[in-house]
């Protein structure tokens, strides 16, 4: 057995206890968020706000303004949170921000951003955010958590930024299907969030493992309960009731874009005044505390909001105006806040949007005398046709939405909705470092592993040598011509003498899985030199294997 052999199952004997550390730290994360989330809700938002838990650490705030005096602490409290986090992320020195950051350090392959002193720094800082009363959500700050928790596993046992990528994927997946209790979707979400379109197989492979050991460590502290509670949806097909649901599909469509324009333009308006990062927070939240006065629902998680969408009770008894203004305010108070200093996350805020547009439809359904069916389904129709479209990730959408809410098995009319509204919204995203689509088939081919490219091409042109050497002259020429650059040099020169990248120090598996656009463009362009002289690598034709 040669060394490569015996070294490859200890390879991947390090890879998969990458994995599972990974796994432990991003529940253990979970666990540590919520825990600080719970704790500082009822101490300083319970405070100012009579809060009404309802298990799960969700909570419903009031829903009519509030009217005594204690209300108007309310700004100087949320202005007061964001600021204590501005303050914090400053102490957790350089690190990615959010979601966006940690699929930009993925696909980007630089993971120096994501530390321990960062992970830390957004704890903190999403507690003092979201329990004052900013508006958030928790999948984003659990996610950087579990991802550089995971990078620092991945340093630790000198992954390659290939494999540490895959681990950090498969964490974050792990954080967000604890904490959400949703071991599907997470699994999902590993695969789909890194591409607006397409899985990424590799990395729900290595989140398969994670995301349950993750959840389970969660349960162990918190026990399992869905998040929402339990759902009931009704009869999973009605014709009807299918209908009315794929136009609720249409409407959160819509709802999606305004979300992703309110949130992409308030960041681009708001870029100037954070040179004056304390004074721009302490002002926005200020005035989201003022907000927060007259409409109470929009502060904090606003998690609460779908619990209460469960019950057709409670849908059919609130405040017609309040169901209108809820997703439209909760819209422009998480953009205010996570472009202000807030931390958090989008992907939160979607669901309740989400849900909350879901169960206006099932109301306007009603008042007009239709019979509409559960409104249970509505909303979670809406939450899995909004966060869907908004984040590309529809399967993890349909599965978070349903695990969330204790179902089994999703209506016909949600698949529908989420099919619709993810067909109308493809050029749009919230996190903008995902990558446009997966790589062709024929660059991923090559399993070539831990073979430098250089070592490659200069095997392949030994061997090719005699031939080559009888017609270059005229090939070279008509390269020229072709290219219309008189000092092109031969085609088997180094790649940086011709402005394209040099490859020479790049694994291929490295290299064939990257996300990096000029990578792919740099190895296409050396292939297409290559066969021009009459060099092809096996596995890169038509039908290679």
Same mark, same amino acid.
């Given at each position: 057995?040669?060394?490569?052999?015996?070294?490859?199952?200890?390879?991947?004997?390090?890879?998969?206890?990458?994995?599972?550390?990974?796994?432990?730290?991003?529940?253990?994360?979970?666990?540590?968020?919520?825990?600080?989330?719970?704790?500082?809700?009822?101490?300083?938002?319970?405070?100012?706000?009579?809060?009404?838990?309802?298990?799960?650490?969700?909570?419903?705030?009031?829903?009519?303004?509030? &009217?005594?005096?204690?209300?108007?602490?309310?700004?100087?409290?949320?202005?007061?949170?964001?600021?204590?986090?501005?303050?914090?992320?400053? $102490?957790?020195?350089?690190?990615?921000?959010?979601?966006?950051?940690?699929?930009?350090?993925?696909?980007?392959?630089?993971?120096?951003?994501?530390?321990?002193?960062?992970?830390?720094?957004?704890?903190?800082?999403?507690?003092?955010?979201?329990?004052?009363?900013?508006?958030?959500?928790?999948?984003?700050?659990?996610?950087?958590?579990?991802?550089?928790?995971?990078?620092?596993?991945?340093?630790?046992?000198?992954?390659?930024? =290939?494999?540490?990528?895959?681990?950090?994927?498969?964490?974050?997946?792990?954080?967000?299907?604890?904490?959400?209790?949703?071991?599907?979707?997470?699994?999902?979400?590993?695969?789909?969030?890194?591409?607006?379109?397409?899985?990424?197989?590799?990395?729900?492979?290595?989140?398969?493992?994670?995301?349950?050991?993750?959840?389970?460590?969660?349960?162990?502290?918190?026990?399992?309960?869905?998040?929402?509670?339990?759902?009931?949806?009704?009869? $999973?097909?009605?014709?009807?009731?299918?209908?009315?649901?794929?136009?609720?599909?249409?409407?959160?469509?819509?709802?999606?874009?305004?979300?992703?324009?309110?949130?992409?333009?308030?960041?681009?308006?708001?870029?100037?005044?954070?040179?004056?990062?304390?004074?721009?927070?302490?002002?926005?939240?200020?005035?989201?505390?003022?907000?927060?006065?007259?409409?109470?629902?929009?502060?904090?998680?606003?998690?609460?909001?779908?619990?209460? =969408?469960?019950?057709?009770?409670?849908?059919?008894?609130?405040?017609?105006?309040?169901?209108?203004?809820?997703?439209?305010?909760?819209?422009?108070?998480?953009?205010?806040?996570?472009?202000?200093?807030?931390?958090?996350?989008?992907?939160?805020?979607?669901?309740?949007?989400?849900?909350?547009?879901?169960?206006?439809?099932?109301?306007?359904?009603?008042?007009?005398?239709?019979?509409?069916?559960?409104?249970?389904?509505?909303?979670?129709?809406?939450?899995?046709?909004?966060?869907?479209?908004?984040?590309?990730?529809?399967?993890?959408?349909?599965?978070?939405?349903?695990?969330?809410?204790?179902?089994?098995?999703?209506?016909?009319?949600?698949?529908?909705?989420?099919?619709?509204?993810?067909?109308?919204?493809?050029?749009?995203? $919230?996190?903008?470092?995902?990558?446009?689509?997966?790589?062709?088939?024929?660059?991923?081919?090559?399993?070539?592993?831990?073979?430098?490219?250089?070592?490659?091409?200069?095997?392949?042109?030994?061997?090719?040598?005699?031939?080559?050497?009888?017609?270059?002259?005229?090939? &070279?020429?008509?390269?020229?011509?072709?290219?219309?650059?008189?000092?092109?040099?031969?085609?088997?020169?180094?790649?940086?003498?011709?402005?394209?990248?040099?490859?020479?120090?790049?694994?291929?598996?490295?290299?064939?899985?990257?996300?990096?656009?000029?990578?792919?463009?740099?190895?296409?362009?050396?292939?297409?030199?290559?066969?021009?002289?009459?060099?092809?690598?096996?596995?890169?034709?038509?039908?290679?294997?």
């Amino acid at each position: 057995m040669s060394g490569a052999d015996r070294s490859r199952p200890r390879r991947w004997g390090v890879r998969w206890s990458a994995v599972l550390l990974a796994a432990v730290a991003a529940g253990l994360g979970a666990v540590a968020l919520r825990a600080l989330l719970d704790v500082t809700t009822h101490g300083l938002l319970g405070s100012v706000l009579p809060l009404e838990p309802i298990g799960a650490g969700l909570w419903y705030a009031p829903v009519e303004p509030l &009217r005594d005096r204690g209300a108007w602490l309310l700004p100087l409290l949320v202005a007061g949170g964001m600021v204590t986090a501005v303050l914090l992320s400053r $102490l957790g020195g350089p690190q990615v921000n959010g979601t966006d950051g940690v699929i930009n350090a993925v696909n980007g392959r630089d993971l120096s951003g994501l530390t321990v002193r960062g992970a830390l720094s957004k704890l903190g800082g999403t507690a003092v955010t979201l329990g004052s009363g900013g508006s958030g959500g928790t999948e984003g700050p659990v996610a950087q958590v579990s991802a550089s928790l995971s990078a620092a596993v991945g340093r630790r046992l000198r992954l390659t930024p =290939g494999e540490s990528g895959l681990v950090v994927v498969a964490a974050l997946g792990a954080g967000v299907g604890a904490l959400f209790q949703a071991p599907i979707g997470g699994v999902l979400l590993a695969g789909e969030l890194l591409r607006r379109r397409g899985i990424d197989w590799a990395a729900m492979i290595f989140a398969l493992p994670a995301v349950p050991i993750a959840f389970w460590i969660f349960v162990a502290v918190y026990g399992y309960r869905p998040m929402f509670g339990v759902a009931d949806f009704g009869a $999973l097909w009605d014709p009807g009731s299918t209908a009315l649901l794929a136009a609720v599909g249409l409407v959160c469509a819509l709802v999606a874009r305004l979300y992703v324009w309110t949130f992409h333009t308030v960041g681009r308006l708001t870029a100037p005044m954070r040179r004056w990062p304390v004074v721009t927070a302490a002002v926005a939240g200020a005035a989201l505390g003022t907000v927060g006065i007259f409409l109470p629902m929009t502060l904090g998680t606003g998690y609460g909001i779908v619990s209460m =969408g469960l019950s057709q009770v409670a849908v059919a008894a609130l405040p017609l105006w309040l169901l209108v203004a809820l997703p439209l305010v909760k819209i422009a108070a998480t953009s205010v806040t996570l472009h202000t200093g807030g931390v958090g996350g989008v992907f939160g805020p979607a669901m309740v949007i989400g849900a909350t547009t879901g169960a206006l439809c099932w109301r306007l359904a009603f008042e007009a005398g239709l019979q509409p069916g559960s409104a249970a389904a509505f909303t979670i129709t809406g939450m899995a046709a909004c966060l869907g479209p908004a984040v590309r990730t529809p399967l993890a959408a349909i599965a978070l939405a349903l695990e969330s809410s204790g179902g089994a098995l999703p209506p016909v009319g949600l698949v529908v909705a989420v099919a619709i509204a993810a067909a109308c919204t493809r050029d749009i995203t $919230l996190f903008r470092s995902q990558a446009e689509r997966q790589f062709p088939r024929r660059y991923r081919q090559l399993r070539v592993s831990e073979w430098r490219i250089s070592a490659i091409l200069k095997a392949v042109a030994s061997r090719k040598r005699a031939r080559v050497s009888a017609t270059i002259g005229g090939i &070279r020429s008509r390269y020229r011509a072709r290219s219309g650059s008189p000092g092109g040099g031969c085609a088997m020169e180094p790649e940086s003498a011709r402005g394209v990248p040099d490859l020479a120090d790049l694994p291929l598996d490295e290299l064939l899985s990257a996300h990096r656009p000029e990578v792919v463009q740099a190895y296409r362009t050396a292939l297409h030199r290559r066969a021009s002289v009459g060099i092809i690598f096996a596995g890169h034709n038509a039908g290679g294997a």
